[in-house]
């Protein structure tokens, strides 16, 4: 199982940000940088959930950014790692629609579920090196700030 490195401070602006987009899911780019083991989640930007279906269900992150961030990467800034995206109404595990989503090998997807009223959970999942659609659940070690 992989392990996330994530400061808890990150944590709490991505579960402010699923709090403000509801009903709708929110969504977010994951800059870090990965080994064997480890996933180390440096920053989040979130985006604009351009979704062509059901906002409340589902979640596109905007492709503008995302080329935004690569061409960032390229010229040294952290890489895009993984995707984050919430559920307004249900579980922090991955939809049968995120599994078909996912179509990068590696990456890390954190899902911010709403639990209770008022109360949000986040998990992780990293996609399988040789089947993406594979989401394993990977360790969460969250550091202060
Ligand atoms: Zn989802």
Redesign the pocket.
């Known amino acids: 199982m992989k392990t996330v490195r994530i400061g808890a401070g990150l944590i709490d602006m991505l579960e402010r940000a699923a709090w403000h987009a509801t009903p709708h899911?929110a969504c977010a780019l994951l800059l870090g940088c990965v080994d064997d083991d480890t996933v180390d989640v440096a920053t989040a930007v979130v985006t604009d959930n351009v979704t062509s279906g059901d906002p409340e269900t589902?979640?596109e992150i905007d492709p503008a950014m995302h080329i935004q961030m690569q061409k960032l990467a390229r010229v040294g800034g952290p890489s895009v790692i993984g995707v984050w995206?919430s559920?307004p109404k249900?579980a922090p595990q991955?939809?049968d629609?995120?599994k078909a989503q996912s179509v990068e090998l590696g990456w890390l997807w954190l899902?911010t579920g709403h639990v209770a009223d008022g109360v949000s959970v986040t998990h992780a999942f990293v996609a399988g090196d040789t089947d993406p659609h594979d989401l394993k659940p990977a360790r969460m070690d969250v550091t202060p700030l």
Do not use: A, C, V, Y
């Open positions: 899911e589902s979640f995206h559920h249900g991955p939809s629609t995120d899902i």
